[in-house]
């Protein structure tokens, strides 16, 4: 059994950054693919980056492509998002899922794996 906990949300001001951690742990941890979504109030969930099983392909959501950054180290069983450039519109749930391998897309229901989420505020 795969389990996933976020950390690092938090209030930050227009224009600045934070870093959401997500500890990995279960037997074959490093056959998943990790990614994040994240749901806004009134919402559905957005896929916004994923990282495959080696840390060596990444996707990006439209809406975070320049500003965030995804990545890995296995022998830590972490996963980061680097998020730069914050807006208001970033204000959501953020939630680390996973998914066996590669990333295959943006479908909820392709990532079996979810954390509990942490809370990412984006105002002035």
């Known amino acids: 059994q795969l389990q996933l906990n976020e950390s690092g949300g938090g209030l930050v001001q227009p224009g600045g950054s934070l870093r959401l951690s997500c500890a990995v742990s279960g037997f074959t941890s490093d056959y998943y693919a990790i990614g994040w979504f994240r749901q806004a109030p009134g919402k559905e969930r957005e896929g916004i980056a994923c990282?495959?099983?080696?840390?060596?392909?990444?996707k990006y959501g439209d809406p975070v492509k320049g500003r965030f950054t995804i990545s890995r180290e296995n022998a830590k069983k972490m996963v980061y998002l680097q998020m730069n450039g914050l807006e208001p519109e970033d204000t959501a749930v953020y939630y680390c899922v996973a998914q066996s391998w590669v990333c295959t897309g943006w479908l909820p229901d392709e990532y079996p794996y979810w954390g509990q989420g942490t809370l990412v505020r984006v105002s002035s």
């Open positions: 990282v495959d099983h080696s840390g060596t392909d990444t």
